[in-house]
């Protein structure tokens, strides 16, 4: 099953709302990156919150990462129809023994901005 | 312009014949990696390459193969495509990061959409 776990699955707001989706994981992580999606297009990079982190900003993205519930959320403010596009999160794992060269990325959170 | 290209964008296909999606970057960078995207299922990594000949097994990796024989190029090859790889393919590449872990910012190609018949 996939690492990081979207929710809710879609989200339909107005201009000028705010947007917040949530990412679970399941195991320790280094880092837990946040991704755009255009329709049918490459991912986009947003930002990156490392495990010793437990908020970050960019521009009009807030992100924040409770390690001892596995989880972040990802809240973009003042909404656009910009901004419309799936959403995913990915962990980069941290296990105990070895390290793995795996990013994983979870389903996604569709997220539509209405004008 | 730093970018990861793929070629083609779109492939239509029949079962059993041999095709290569070819993935290229132009920012020097050591990881690159693929991914296969299905609805429902998110990102899936196929294969990734640490650098020039170093290639492992991402989570999907049967009826897949890749080489690096250049640090800019890292071919998908599917030698006998099912109907089962119908997906959407994407290429990412990455350097180290602020950390010195590998696994930070990923630049993604814009991808490639196969439909095998």
């Known amino acids: 099953s996939q690492q990081g776990e979207e929710d809710p699955q879609a989200l339909s707001i107005q201009e000028g709302e705010n947007a917040t989706m949530n990412c679970s994981y399941k195991?320790?992580?280094?880092?837990l990156q946040w991704y755009r999606q255009n329709s049918g297009r490459g991912l986009v990079h947003l930002i990156l919150?490392?495990?010793?982190?437990r908020e970050k900003h960019s521009g009009r993205l807030r992100v924040t990462l409770d390690t001892s519930k596995k989880s972040s959320s990802l809240l973009i403010t003042a909404s656009r129809a910009a901004d419309t596009a799936s959403y995913f999160c990915?962990?980069?794992?941290?296990?105990?023994?070895?390290?793995?060269?795996?990013?994983?990325f979870g389903t996604g959170t569709l997220l539509a901005v209405q004008p | 312009e730093a970018q990861v290209t793929q070629n083609p964008r779109y492939l239509i296909t029949v079962t059993g014949k041999k095709l290569t999606v070819t993935c290229s970057q132009n920012m020097n960078h050591e990881y690159m990696s693929w991914y296969r995207q299905d609805p429902g299922l998110g990102l899936r990594q196929i294969y990734y390459?640490?650098?020039?000949?170093?290639?492992d097994k991402g989570d999907v990796p049967e009826g897949y193969k890749v080489s690096r024989k250049e640090k800019r190029n890292f071919p998908l090859i599917l030698e006998s495509p099912s109907p089962n790889q119908t997906s959407l393919y994407f290429c990412?590449?990455?350097?180290?990061?602020?950390?010195?872990?590998?696994?930070?910012?990923?630049?993604f190609g814009p991808g490639t959409r196969l439909l095998v018949l």
């Open positions: 919150i490392r495990s010793n982190e």
């Open positions: 990412a590449s990455s350097t180290r990061g602020l950390a010195g872990g590998w696994k930070e910012t990923q630049y």
């Open positions: 390459s640490m650098n020039v000949e170093v290639t």
């Open positions: 195991t320790s992580i280094n880092n």
């Open positions: 990915a962990t980069d794992p941290a296990f105990e023994r070895g390290a793995t060269n795996k990013l994983i």
